[in-house]
């Protein structure tokens, strides 16, 4: 797999989730899931590999000050969901978001999120483990423990994937810096939040 297979079965799954009744987040993650676990053990392998690669490409301070605004705070574990909803997006949203995070104030989903006072815009566990729970059906049902140390085999021990660079720290909660540095987010979340 390739990285513009990897995008292709993201784009594959969003398509396959778009008609689903169910809420949006978990439609994809189904999707995606259902995608993987008809390719075999290596795609499934080698998909995580690129997932990997680029979530811990945008684990940086102005990412996470981003999903700080739409999640009306972002935890650590919380960061890890919000850049797996950002890849969940696409690679249009993920690469333009990747270059400038303020980018995401223009996201229609971000903008709903904003005007319902919701703050699970983005934010998708599942993702997370969508190649864990395909490699389980592939595998009959073996445990998550089988996919972890199958990996480990075919990419060696696993690395954060997360730089050393985070970028430039700064204080999440100081509005006129978040204004500053995300304006756009800013206006929708801060604004709207009476900060």
């Not at 969940?88 to 229609?108: F, I």
Request: with cysteine; charged share 25%; hydrophobic share 40%.
């Amino acid at each position: 797999m390739n990285i513009d297979e990897f995008w292709a079965v993201i784009e594959t799954a969003r398509t396959d989730a778009a008609s689903a009744p169910e809420d949006p987040g978990q439609a994809f993650a189904s999707a995606l899931v259902e995608r993987l676990a008809a390719t075999s053990k290596q795609t499934v392998l080698e998909y995580q590999q690129w997932f990997d690669q680029l979530h811990g490409a945008i684990y940086r301070w102005d990412v996470w000050a981003a999903g700080y605004l739409i999640g009306g705070g972002c935890s650590d574990d919380a960061f890890t969901d919000f850049r797996a909803g950002l890849i969940s997006r696409g690679r249009e949203w993920y690469e333009r978001a990747a270059t400038a995070p303020d980018v995401l104030a223009q996201h229609p989903d971000v903008i709903a999120a904003a005007a319902e006072g919701s703050d699970e815009a983005l934010f998708n566990e599942s993702v997370n483990y969508a190649a864990v729970y395909a490699y389980e059906r592939i595998t009959g049902g073996e445990d998550a423990c089988t996919f972890y140390d199958d990996y480990d085999r075919f990419c060696g021990p696993r690395a954060d994937h997360e730089p050393a660079d985070m970028g430039e720290n700064f204080a999440f909660d100081d509005a006129a810096e978040m204004q500053a540095r995300l304006p756009g987010l800013a206006r929708l979340f801060l604004e709207h939040r009476g900060a």
